[in-house]
């Protein structure tokens, strides 16, 4: 395709920095970008044609961690590179909240609670212990002396069923992942940001003292520095980065009256997880029930895991009610041998921000602050 003079020195002018992935990294690292330099010009280049891989396709949850899945992280990563991780998702939730009206994104600070049978229950040795330590470690992050506490009396009352324990978390809530991304890619844009979508990018090299980048759409692009922020997908343009995608299967029930689910739920160390949406319930996960299957970048949904989550729905949230399925989707995570997101300088001008490990929502913005940070240097 040839293209006009004008679209070669507007939309496809060389750029300062062009950042592959429209998704909620690449989009809040554009917007830091834009902040520390208004000069400085910015593309976006995506192959969909609005965000798919995690960003618009997950639960929608605004939440740093359950008590069993920080308590497996500080096992297996250590004290130190939990309480890291914490941290910067919990001041990315406050990013969020400072940027946007809540009404914007309906952001809804409703607190949230991981459940536990009375088998699971027995299983875990200490957990009164093990609350109360995190709450120790915890309070110099989130300002609170019990950021976790028991709260089996709220169990009736939420509606839960066959589920023996349950501990809170107050500073947990949910929001519209795709409000979301639709306000940051107004906002990003309104700061003088270029978004090109429907183009894919197959490689890149360097040349001389620009990026070149190659696409699906043959057209030449330029750039100072690249930034990849395509997450699960990175692979395809950094084959030598530790990512493994991981799909998270969703469904959304049709409206249940007088639903009394208020607030976020986590099972079974945050593999399950689900939420009143508009008294509809939404429940996602249940992957580790079949690893192998969902390690895949397909957005497709299967029957193994879907009927897992039809089996968790009717055992634990809605035993005896009457409604259908109305929705069915997956999302592809990033996930690695280590939590810690990728954030570095690949090669010269060559940078990434990779590997939310399914917390793109809360670490976004904060990963965002540190790529304005290393592209500056």
Not at 106 to 123: I, N, P, S, V
Not at 126 to 145: A, C, D, M, Q, V
Not at 184 to 190: C, H, K, M, P, R
Not at 329 to 357: H, T, Y
């Amino acid at each position: 395709m040839q293209i006009s003079i004008w679209e070669k020195e507007s939309f496809y002018a060389p750029k300062d920095v062009i950042i592959v992935g429209s998704g909620l990294v690449g989009l809040w690292c554009a917007w830091h970008l834009k902040k520390k330099d208004p000069g400085l010009s910015v593309a976006i280049v995506d192959r969909g044609i609005i965000p798919t891989g995690a960003s618009t396709r997950n639960a929608g949850f605004a939440c740093f961690g359950s008590v069993t899945e920080l308590a497996e992280d500080a096992a297996r990563f250590g004290d130190d590179n939990m309480l890291q991780l914490v941290e910067m998702r919990y001041k990315g939730l406050q990013y969020i909240r400072k940027v946007f009206n809540a009404a914007t994104i309906d952001f809804d600070l409703c607190g949230g609670y991981e459940l536990f049978t009375e088998k699971e229950a027995a299983q875990i040795s200490g957990l009164e212990y093990e609350i109360e330590r995190l709450n120790t470690l915890l309070s110099p992050i989130t300002g609170e002396k019990k950021t976790f506490k028991q709260a089996n009396e709220k169990i009736a009352s939420l509606g839960l069923h066959n589920i023996t324990h349950l501990i809170e978390n107050k500073l947990e809530g949910y929001l519209h992942s795709g409000k979301l991304c639709q306000s940051l890619l107004q906002l990003v844009q309104s700061m003088g940001v270029t978004v090109l979508n429907a183009i894919e990018i197959s490689g890149f090299e360097k040349r001389g003292d620009h990026i070149e980048l190659y696409t699906n759409q043959f057209i030449p692009l330029h750039a100072g520095k690249l930034l990849i922020c395509t997450n699960a997908f990175a692979r395809q343009l950094l084959p030598s980065l530790d990512i493994v995608p991981a799909r998270g299967q969703v469904l959304v029930t049709s409206p249940i009256e007088n639903l009394p689910l208020k607030g976020t739920f986590h099972f079974d160390a945050g593999y399950y997880y689900f939420r009143n949406l508009g008294n509809r319930v939404l429940l996602g996960g249940a992957r580790n029930k079949a690893f192998e299957e969902e390690t895949t970048t397909e957005l497709t949904t299967t029957n193994t895991i879907q009927q897992e989550l039809e089996q968790f729905l009717s055992t634990y949230i809605l035993p005896g009610y009457s409604y259908e399925i109305t929705d069915r989707w997956s999302g592809i995570m990033g996930m690695g041998n280590e939590k810690l997101p990728i954030v570095k300088e690949v090669s010269p001008q060559v940078f990434c921000a990779v590997r939310m490990s399914g917390m793109g929502v809360a670490l976004a913005p904060v990963i965002g602050e540190e790529i304005a940070k290393l592209l500056s240097s």
